[in-house]
């Protein structure tokens, strides 16, 4: 997978081989957690970050984030004609801080299910 970066970690333009969806702080940990057991352990690729907002990121498949209503707390990342989103994408392995993977990816084209994404997201977060 190309837009995974060797090292470190670096921003990737939403809406080309996925979008995001972010989830801040203790809710997007807690909508990790639920997300992983409706999975069996694979909920698709989520990226974590250890300081700032504590953002949680879930990757989509690219237009799935757009054309639906989201709960409020949720901040959509795609591409669109009047805005660009930027996913931060940390290195398998190696210094990456403040990102991890949580759930790294596991296969091309392998991401997180959008609608069941959503759908346990409007009930966590109302």
């Known amino acids: 997978m ?3 970066p060797v090292s470190g970690f670096q921003l990737r333009k939403a809406g080309v081989q996925f979008d995001a ?3 801040d702080g203790d809710e997007g940990r807690e909508l990790a957690d639920h997300m992983e057991r409706l999975t069996g352990g694979d909920p698709g690729p989520v990226v974590v ?3 700032g907002r504590r953002a949680v990121y ?4 690219p ?5 639906r209503a989201w709960p409020r707390g ?4 795609n591409a ?3 805005h660009v989103g930027y996913v931060p994408v940390p290195a398998l392995q190696g210094r990456t801080w403040p990102l991890s993977w949580r759930f790294p990816p596991t ?3 392998r991401y997180v299910h959008a609608l069941l994404l959503r759908s346990v997201a409007t009930v966590l977060l109302g």
Do not use: C, Q, S
């Open 63 to 67: 237009g799935t984030t757009t054309h």
């Open 80 to 82: 669109g004609p009047t």
């Open 2 to 4: 190309d837009w995974i």
């Open 21 to 23: 969806v972010r989830v």
């Open 107 to 109: 296969r091309p084209g």
């Open 58 to 61: 879930f990757l989509v498949p």
């Open 74 to 77: 949720v901040t959509r990342l």
């Open 49 to 51: 970050e250890a300081n």
